[in-house]
């Protein structure tokens, strides 16, 4: 519990929500949640379903929602009580088919009267709301109460599509991507692609079959001809999934506040987590650091032309100084142009910084800074992966220094003498000169580094 939270905490997330279709949590839980600053969404044990109401049921429910209120009021980290996960959805969109729903909202008396009863009574001072999306006459409409954002994963599936998200607050959006190889070998998984292994197949309870996880992939990168490929390319689709929308909620005029589905995996699974069974990082997890840092900043590209755009959220003072926009060439790393300007961002300002435009080249690679974010973003697309970086190592016990005589996107580090070695960070990218100071969890062995390639 507090290796999963304490992750959650570096990341730089300050609530996490319990999910209704889960597990009250224990004790522990929530005191190291109370001790780490971690707020947390609570909701009440209903999740996707029709429930029984009759008078019997609501006062099994009564008596369990009591003793759950009575155990967690204590707690600072409880934020909200919520009464159940997508119930009302079920009912207002007929899932299921429209010819099989039943002629009333069964357990609708339990989150409209049961629970807001317990809470009012109970903990009142603490907000309850019926559910999860709420709000407006259609309970996941946007713009008003939550909304579960699926319309990117479960709808018409390119992430791009995080932009048409109206969410006052986004409770649960997501994007799946495959674990690592280490993960995927405690399955019985070893070198095929997912399509290939029956065991693979199994472990994969996103509601899409492959192929057409793997065309959502292959919208913004090459096909994967390998299982290497595959853990590469997805992880990396999902980290720039995470990013069009954490950058899309923050810089709106309207959200405020995104729950990432999900944190975390039970078993060794391809999923839509950040974090592996055993806690393993996948790119998304290291791209959050930087997406819930409270100073942020977004690269907006079109063709030859990029805006850089900061943001300042959760923070007491303001940020003060010089804003830089570059441009370099993919291919001869040489740098193109660089533009600076003084900017002054205040607390929960939004607003564009700098823009600049490089005539002639077509390979680029934009690079923002401002105060301690950096952010990247190419105006091409990856052809490949570049198995043999000009990238020079040097290894000193847990501390690996990485020099890159490159542009080097997207670096990922493995040790192919001890495959459970994880290193932080990773995902990471160099400009040619460049260098790092990474961390191994075990004494670094024979070092495999891949980066993309763009021809």
Not at 438 to 445: L, R, V
Request: charged share 25%; with cysteine; net charge negative.
């Amino acid at each position: 519990l507090r290796q999963r939270l304490q992750q959650a905490k570096d990341m730089g997330m300050n609530m996490l929500r319990i999910w209704g279709g889960g597990i009250y949590e224990s004790d522990e839980f929530y005191e190291i949640c109370d001790e780490l600053g971690i707020l947390v969404w609570q909701d009440f044990m209903f999740a996707c379903s029709y429930y029984p109401d009759s008078r019997e049921w609501q006062e099994t429910v009564r008596r369990e929602a009591e003793c759950q209120v009575l155990r967690l009021r204590h707690h600072p980290s409880i934020a909200l009580w919520c009464g159940n996960n997508e119930c009302h959805q079920v009912w207002q969109d007929g899932w299921g088919g429209k010819d099989k729903q039943p002629p009333r909202f069964h357990g609708e008396v339990l989150y409209h009267e049961v629970l807001a009863d317990v809470v009012k009574r109970l903990d009142p001072e603490r907000a309850y709301v019926h559910g999860s999306p709420f709000g407006g006459d259609y309970c996941n409409q946007g713009g008003i109460g939550d909304q579960h954002f699926w319309d990117v994963w479960h709808g018409r599936g390119d992430w791009t599509f995080y932009r048409d998200s109206t969410a006052r607050f986004c409770s649960e959006f997501g994007f799946m991507s495959s674990p690592s190889k280490t993960t995927w070998a405690k399955a019985g998984v070893e070198t095929a692609l997912p399509v290939e292994d029956p065991n693979a197949r199994w472990h994969n309870k996103t509601g899409k079959p492959f192929e057409i996880i793997k065309g959502l992939v292959e919208l913004h990168y090459p096909g994967a001809a390998n299982l290497d490929e595959w853990i590469y390319y997805s992880q990396l689709n999902q980290r720039d999934a995470m990013r069009a929308a954490l950058e899309h909620f923050r810089f709106s005029e309207f959200c405020r506040g995104a729950l990432i589905w999900q944190l975390n995996d039970c078993w060794p699974v391809e999923s839509w987590s950040l974090l592996e069974f055993d806690g393993r990082k996948k790119a998304a997890a290291f791209e959050c650091t930087r997406l819930f840092a409270p100073l942020l900043l977004r690269l907006d590209v079109e063709g030859a032309e990029a805006t850089l755009s900061a943001c300042l959220h959760n923070s007491e003072t303001g940020v003060h100084g010089q804003a830089s926009l570059e441009a370099f060439s993919l291919k001869s790393g040489k740098r193109l142009r660089m533009d600076e300007t003084l900017v002054e961002l205040d607390p929960n300002e939004v607003k564009p910084v700098l823009s600049a435009a490089v005539e002639g080249e077509d390979s680029m690679l934009w690079v923002g800074s401002f105060g301690e974010n950096r952010t990247f973003k190419t105006a091409v697309k990856p052809t490949g992966i570049n198995d043999q970086p000009r990238i020079r190592t040097m290894a000193a016990g847990n501390t690996v220094e990485m020099t890159s005589e490159q542009v080097a996107l997207d670096i990922f580090v493995e040790d192919i003498d001890n495959p459970q070695n994880t290193f932080e960070p990773n995902f990471f990218s160099l400009l040619a000169g460049g260098s790092i100071a990474i961390q191994a969890s075990n004494p670094a062995g024979r070092l495999r580094i891949r980066c993309l390639k763009f021809d």
